[in-house]
């Protein structure tokens, strides 16, 4: 996956909906937005707000996990799209006294990704086939906001 060409993205947008949570992701020239169950959506939220809630959520106890054995989260890739169907590959980086430093590949939800790599602050990826096939969603985001202020 290394050779292939990548956008780097960011989270720009997380707002609610009537099925769950819009995800809006960003390279400063195009916006693309795809949907996620309401309470990854609030858990995504939260760690780009600042706000620590009281008890560790369960990306919060994965990210505790993977720092106890010497890992982290490189990146997170979105690699394609079926339908409305998004999928990601999170790469996870794991060195310690016990082993060398080995690199692993998952298969893993974008929203699980988008979890674990803003509480690692690790860079989001689009691959660049799969970026250039999705509508700009700029103007969609734009009214949404004009909506809410």
């Known amino acids: 996956m290394s050779d292939e060409s990548k956008v780097k993205v960011e989270p720009v947008a997380l707002m609610p909906t009537s099925a769950g949570c819009a995800v809006f992701l960003g390279d400063g020239d195009k916006v693309i937005v795809f949907y996620i169950e309401p309470a990854i959506g609030a858990s995504i939220n939260a760690v780009m707000s600042g706000v620590k809630p009281p008890r560790p959520l369960t990306h919060d106890l994965f990210s505790q996990i993977l720092d106890a054995f010497g890992a982290k989260v490189e990146r997170a890739v979105i690699v394609k799209v079926e339908g409305d169907v998004f999928y990601a590959r999170l790469f996870i980086v794991a060195e310690n006294e016990i082993m060398?430093?080995?690199?692993?590949?998952?298969?893993?939800?974008?929203?699980?990704?988008?979890?674990?790599?803003v509480r690692q602050e690790a860079p989001i990826y689009v691959l660049q086939h799969v970026w250039d096939d999705l509508r700009d969603m700029s103007d969609v985001l734009a009214e949404l906001k004009d909506k809410g202020e």
């Open 100 to 117: 060398e430093r080995k690199v692993i590949e998952i298969d893993a939800r974008p929203s699980d990704c988008l979890a674990l790599a």
